[in-house]
């Protein structure tokens, strides 16, 4: 099963991210196969992404993610400031979601940490906190999308309370993924 550990978002900072999105779609001429916009309904803030797992390797993913969360204490992110994966020909439009917050960055590094420890192996890149709007499948859009994206850097939308993590099972289908919520953990 494919499984990844992740923040859920609220239903009115999806809906502000769909206007969001409706709005930077207005204002960029590309074709519509050139980007595959997300849903904002399967919107998250993804903290460890951990591909395909053996079934017996969810009940450690789940215990994990429990004695991670149980020690840290419930903290707020700011939503916003549109940015870009790819340099110059964008690959990834996305919303930031608590950049530079120091609570979310300690608790995805315990994270990583604890998960590395058990077997998984840790990520290369830095941790950025992010909701994606779009993955662009043409460079000439990437280039416009990224253009679109300075225009929209100071956008703000709101702050949220981070209370719990959840792991999710995602499945692709040709309609999309599917997300399953398969543990949700409360933190102090």
Known sequence: ?????????????????????????????????DAKWVNPDDMHLTLKFLGEIKDTQLVDVCKITEEVTRKHECFDIEIGGVGSFGGHSARVLWVGAGQNNESLLQLQEELETQLAFAGWPEENRKFEGHLTLCRIKNSQAGVKL??????????????????????????LTPHGPVYTLLGKYNLQ
Do not use: T
Request: charged fraction near 35%.
């Open 1 to 33: 099963m494919r499984v990844f550990i992740a923040i859920e978002i609220e239903k009115v900072i999806k809906n502000d991210l769909a206007d969001l999105q409706r709005k930077m779609l207005g204002k960029v001429d590309i074709r519509q196969g």
């Open 146 to 171: 990224a253009q679109l994206a300075k225009e929209y850097k100071d956008y703000s939308l709101d702050v949220v309370e981070v209370d719990s993590v959840c792991v999710f099972q995602s499945e």
